[in-house]
């Protein structure tokens, strides 16, 4: 049934020092090793999201498209979120390595090409092509982490990955601002290094991990669900369009319905493709059977759109009411950084002396609903950024709870030769989640800005007769455009605190309503059962399993089996770091 490209427990291949043991099992210096590698890869993509968000506006005055600057947005969300679910099918077949090195080369390319367009247009184009990169370098490294570490200690392992998240979402506005800010280095705009200083740090990236990546893999016959992968991009390309242009379009305009229809259509065909095709299919629809899976995408959709509300508001009020700029305001979002490293740390290593993960995603939540709420009496136009603190730290330790733990259950119930999809899915769930929720808070803050200000400006222009003469005089005519705020940093304070307050009395609402979002998830998480962590990483399950299902030639056999290969033993776990007992 199935024609082995490197038998397990094989020979290593020449110099993969970090390739494991005849067992399957890997040592604690090797799984850091391999962590290193994949750490830089992901780095990678995580800081570029956060400088190109920095410097967005800058490159479109500098490519004079600054009304065409989403579209370069748009392209990169489109393509990753696309590519994401295919890294993890894919992989499962032919095994992480070559897709983990394609993606980290994809992305350097689309890097270089990016610092040499001369057009939004041709920034959009190449933007896609990093897209295309960046879907895998998450999605993949989770999916790595679950081969080579057992469920048990996998969550302690894991928990790095969102110290590299944290770091990035510091650094890359204060980059972003640092290139953005120089009108020529070295003879070149300043924000081409934006995008080039990704070539040396792809480089160092795909080094290590050629290096250090070697995973036996056990490839199976298989058929390649190419009209499911073509569905799903019927699927999610309009809705994704419309999620990033529905504000400026309106959300019931001709485009934005043709967008509802033709992904309505996609989201049909993809579900027949998938029953088609069955086990080959590219999201095969039985693990929504899995409670562990169906509850966790869920989950992550309504988290996404929650997370990402309130990370996108925090800089919002932070650039506008308090007059930081982009570089500042990444630094001010440092105590939500650190809650969100402690919260990912803390519960690794709780997880992995406990075995329970099940209470960390209903923890997390009840504390982000803690923070948001707080954060939507407290926000005010006069608020000090010291009063936030405690509530970011809140919020960033409730995000901590829940990124790693809802991995790890998916992981740890599914097949383990499905656990490269089973990853990918649930990494883009929360994406999807993201961009719905990022779309929808825009949209109602954008709304309520309008009103909230005009109601500001008339109660200041009724108490302060200052501000009445600005209003008869038309001085404040520049509030009628909110497209761009930085009007609001050159008028003087009496003026200014009617936008300030209006933009804060807005963010109020979305806060709460954000709270009311991620509060959903908690019911939804109730439901989330608490399984026995296996002391077996995914490529030892795979390895046990394939002696007992090399006769068995049905796929839904097999998949029990394996199953079966993944779940605990009688055996207690072991103590200590992973590996100790080979060294």
């Keep these: 049934m199935s024609q082995t490209t490197q038998r397990p427990g094989g020979p290593a291949p020449h110099g993969a020092s970090t390739a494991g043991g005849a067992d399957g099992a890997f040592t604690h210096r090797q799984i850091v090793t391999i962590l290193v590698g994949l750490m830089v890869a992901m780095f990678l993509a995580a800081l570029d999201q956060t400088?190109?968000?920095?410097?967005?506006?800058?490159?479109?005055?500098?490519?004079?498209?600054?009304?065409?600057?989403?579209?370069?947005?748009?392209?990169?969300?489109?393509?990753?979120?696309i590519a994401t679910p295919l890294y993890g099918k894919l992989s499962d077949i032919y095994g992480r390595r070559p897709f983990y090195l394609f993606a980290i080369a994809i992305f350097v390319v689309g890097s270089a090409l990016c610092g040499i367009a001369d057009t939004m247009y041709q920034l959009a184009a190449y933007r896609a092509v990093q897209g295309i990169g960046a879907g895998g370098l998450m999605s993949l490294a989770l999916a790595i982490i679950g081969d080579i570490v057992p469920?048990?200690?996998?969550?302690?392992?894991?928990?790095?990955?969102?110290?590299?998240?944290?770091?990035?979402?510091?650094?890359?506005?204060?980059?972003?601002?640092?290139f953005a800010g120089h009108a020529s280095i070295v003879g070149v705009d300043g924000w081409r290094w934006i995008f080039w200083i990704n070539v040396p740090l792809g480089v160092l990236a795909f080094a290590a991990v050629w290096r250090v990546l070697h995973l036996p893999h056990e490839r199976r016959d298989h058929r390649i669900d190419w009209p499911g992968a073509l569905a799903l991009v019927t699927f999610l390309v309009p809705l994704l369009i419309v999620a990033e242009q529905g504000r400026t379009w309106g959300w019931t305009s001709g485009r934005a319905v043709t967008c509802y229809a033709i992904g309505a259509v996609g989201f049909v065909l993809f579900v027949l493709a998938e029953r088609a095709y069955r086990d080959d299919a590219l999201l095969p629809l039985r693990l929504f059977a899995n409670r562990s899976f169906a509850v966790s995408g869920i989950g992550s959709v309504v988290m996404g759109a929650g997370m990402f509300g309130g990370l996108l508001l925090l800089p919002q009020y932070l650039q506008i009411v308090h007059g930081s700029s982009a570089t500042v305001a990444g630094l001010q979002m440092i105590p939500l950084v650190a809650g969100i490293m402690v919260g990912a740390m803390s519960s690794g290593i709780a997880i992995s002396r406990t075995g329970k993960y099940k209470v960390f995603p209903l923890v997390g939540i009840a504390l982000m609903v803690v923070a948001l709420l707080s954060m939507s009496f407290v926000v005010g136009a006069d608020t000090s950024i010291w009063a936030i603190v405690p509530f970011m730290v809140l919020l960033g330790l409730g995000l901590g709870f829940n990124f790693q733990p809802v991995i790890l259950a998916v992981q740890n119930a599914v097949s383990p030769r499905e656990m490269g999809v089973a990853t990918s899915s649930v990494t883009f769930f929360r994406q999807m989640g993201g961009t719905i929720g990022t779309a929808a808070f825009l949209s109602i803050l954008f709304t309520r800005l309008p009103e909230d200000i005009g109601d500001r400006v008339a109660t200041a222009a009724a108490e302060d007769p200052r501000v009445a003469q600005a209003v008869q005089s038309g001085r404040l005519e520049a509030g009628t455009d909110l497209s761009d705020t930085s009007f609001i940093q050159e008028l003087p304070g009496f003026l200014a605190q009617p936008f300030?307050?209006?933009?804060?009395?807005?963010?109020?609402?979305?806060?709460?309503?954000?709270?009311?979002?991620?509060?959903?998830?908690?019911?939804?998480?109730l439901f989330l059962p608490q399984l026995e962590l296996s002391n077996k990483s995914g490529i030892q399950a795979r390895q046990q399993s394939a002696t007992s299902t090399h006769d068995v030639e049905d796929p839904a056999e097999q998949a029990t089996e394996a199953v079966g290969a993944a779940s605990p033993t009688s055996t207690a776990p072991p103590v200590g770091r992973p590996g100790d007992a080979n060294r």
């Excluded at 500098?62 to 489109?78: K, N, R, V």
């Excluded at 469920?151 to 640092?178: K, W």
């Design 500 to 525: 300030k307050a209006g933009f804060s009395d807005s963010i109020d609402l979305v806060f709460l309503i954000a709270a009311v979002v991620v509060a959903v998830g908690f019911f939804v998480f």
């Design 151 to 178: 469920p048990r200690e996998r969550s302690r392992y894991q928990g790095y990955f969102m110290a590299v998240f944290g770091t990035s979402s510091v650094l890359g506005p204060v980059i972003g601002g640092f």
């Design 51 to 81: 400088v190109v968000a920095t410097a967005i506006r800058t490159i479109a005055d500098d490519l004079q498209g600054y009304d065409l600057q989403a579209w370069a947005t748009t392209a990169f969300l489109i393509t990753s979120t």
